[in-house]
């Protein structure tokens, strides 16, 4: 979406960067939070593209400078300092593509995940948090997180109707004229997206991708780098974030080991052994399982919403699992 709707910026970035590669390093910067440098691209994602900064630097920049200077020493039939310089120049720069691409290619012995993190307000969604038959304390409790001045029952958007009132005007039959004059009670109807206040919110602090990151990082116990926080999605119900999580190959190890020597002491047929190979992806989930109540109050306290908001753990962007549950009700 983001190339779609900024084309021309992304063009004019490519003639000022002097290549592809350069100016996806420009957009992907997060720079000042702004959106317009934030197109959703990870790290993980700009080292799978850096063989368009190979091809574009070395095999169509450097080569022919060296082949063309090369002809130039050829021609004249001398080696001036000039011309020197320029092929040291655009030999380093090879090398420091080269090298840069090669140390760029290896991340240690970790293997990248990639999941979403769905943060909404479930509760809500199933029609719990905007009905009018809420105490006004539920709904002063659903803001105290979050330090303003205004009024947090405004912010939930519970609008009380008397019910005597409703019932006696649906009752009475008026004429024409009276009906025009007469005043009328209108009833806002229970919603299942989040506020305004909560919507600012989430796109104010969708640019600080490295703090999550890192309060994520050390949620979990590792190291900073091997948590990256892509592109946030706007949704009616919250915030859809592409995370994407490097796991150790040595603890991956070292818990399959921990599971066969528990199967093995158990008895279990090797079969069932078979099936409790983890993949980098199953140790991820367990883990996000494991540690959800604390990744639920970083979110919390990161996009300052109250305590009825929680993740959710998906490998595609969309829920899956509510789009078959709704067909199985269907059916």
Not at 74 to 94: D, H, K, W
Not at 162 to 187: D, E, F, Y
Not at 195 to 222: M, P
Request: hydrophobic share 40%.
């Amino acid at each position: 979406a983001w190339f779609q709707n900024n084309t021309p910026l992304f063009v004019a970035l490519v003639c000022l960067t002097g290549g592809c590669y350069p100016a996806l390093c420009v957009i992907s910067s997060n720079v000042f939070g702004l959106a317009v440098f934030s197109c959703g691209l990870t790290q993980f994602e700009l080292r799978k593209l850096s063989k368009i900064k190979v091809f574009g630097t070395v095999v169509l920049e450097n080569v022919p400078q060296l082949a063309f200077q090369a002809l130039y020493v050829y021609a004249i039939g001398e080696a001036s300092e000039a011309v020197l310089l320029a092929f040291a120049a655009s030999l380093l720069s090879v090398v420091a593509t080269v090298l840069s691409w090669f140390i760029g290619r290896d991340v240690s012995d970790a293997l990248p995940v990639q999941y979403y993190l769905s943060t909404k307000c479930y509760a809500r969604m199933n029609g719990g948090a905007h009905a009018t038959t809420a105490s006004a304390k539920d709904a002063r409790s659903r803001y105290d997180a979050v330090d303003d001045d205004d009024n947090d029952l405004d912010e939930d958007n519970i609008v009380a109707v008397n019910a005597g009132q409703m019932l006696g005007a649906n009752a009475v039959v008026q004429s024409s004229s009276n009906i025009m004059n007469a005043p009328t009670t209108i009833k806002k109807e229970p919603e299942d997206r989040i506020t305004d206040k909560e919507q600012r919110s989430f796109l104010e602090k969708r640019g600080k991708k490295l703090l999550l990151a890192k309060q994520i990082a050390e949620t979990f116990g590792i190291p900073p780098k091997y948590i990256e926080v892509g592109n946030s999605r706007m949704t009616r119900h919250g915030l859809v974030t592409h995370i994407v999580h490097y796991v150790y190959q040595a603890e991956l190890d070292r818990v399959r080991n921990e599971f066969a020597m528990t199967f093995q002491t158990q008895s279990i047929s090797n079969a069932v052994q078979t099936m409790t190979q983890i993949s980098p992806l199953h140790y991820v989930q367990h883990l996000y399982t494991s540690f959800q109540s604390k990744i639920d109050a970083i979110f919390q306290k990161h996009f300052e919403v109250g305590f009825d908001f929680s993740t959710k753990f998906s490998v595609s962007i969309n829920d899956s699992d509510g789009l078959v549950s709704s067909m199985v009700q269907l059916i």
